[in-house]
């Protein structure tokens, strides 16, 4: 399967606890977004690399969130000290922008639930 | 910031009817336009798109119309199909793409 892959699927934490998430983008796409979808709504920007640097971040990201994507690959979404409000699916996409390639390529999603 | 509207949120139409649906955009730098279908628990998958200098574009039953000066443009559906059936969404790319809250289609058989 060559398209953006995301893991884990589903994931149920307890209030407080941290979590992780890994999206692993469409081999060669230099850009990497997250977004966050709640019920019966459209995905939300929340923030955007170009290769390893991060460029944006929406104000939707609290200091509660971080992302990384050492390598320019793969990237991760963490969560500190969860929320209930928190609970969501975090939906990463990727495009080759480098390429004036504006098509946005989304993953299956990470299905969070705080209790 | 970019801000997206679209309408309406929900549509039935009967199978074989057209289905439209309509957006509006803020950022005049806004300059590509994808549409997004999402079936339920699915991922959304890229339907059509159109960027700034085109204004209409078509792919099978499928065609997108927009309007620079008005900011807005909108979704087609011609022969709709119970396939058919999913929310469907909007959005405006300033380099991060803004979505509009959605419209859930229904065709009846």
């Known amino acids: 399967d060559t398209g953006v892959s995301q893991n884990p699927r589903h994931k149920i934490t307890k209030r407080g606890q941290n979590v992780t998430f890994r999206c692993d983008p469409i081999s060669e796409h230099n850009r990497l977004y997250w977004y966050r979808q709640t019920l019966g709504q459209g995905p939300e920007f929340l923030t955007y690399?170009?290769?390893?640097?991060?460029?944006?971040k929406s104000r939707l990201l609290s200091d509660r969130f971080s992302a990384e994507r050492p390598k320019g690959s793969f990237s991760t979404l963490e969560i500190q000290r969860t929320e209930q409000g928190d609970s969501a699916m975090y939906l990463c996409a990727s495009s080759d922008r480098d390429r004036g390639q504006n098509e946005q390529y989304f993953g299956p999603g990470t299905r969070l639930t705080v209790t | 910031g970019e801000n997206v509207e679209q309408h309406p949120s929900t549509l039935s139409v009967q199978e074989g009817d057209s289905a439209v649906i309509k957006c509006t955009y803020s950022d005049s730098a806004s300059n590509y336009f994808p549409w997004y279908k999402q079936e339920l628990g699915k991922r959304p998958q890229l339907i059509i798109d159109?960027?700034?200098?085109?204004g209409e574009k078509k792919d099978q039953r499928i065609a997108v119309t927009l309007n620079k000066t008005a900011k807005h443009f909108s979704l087609h559906i011609t022969e709709t199909q119970p396939e058919d059936s999913a929310v469907y969404f909007c959005a405006a790319d300033d380099y991060k793409l803004s979505f509009g809250a959605g419209t859930t289609v229904t065709v009846r058989a």
């Open positions: 690399f170009q290769n390893e640097a991060q460029l944006e």
């Open positions: 159109i960027r700034s200098n085109v």
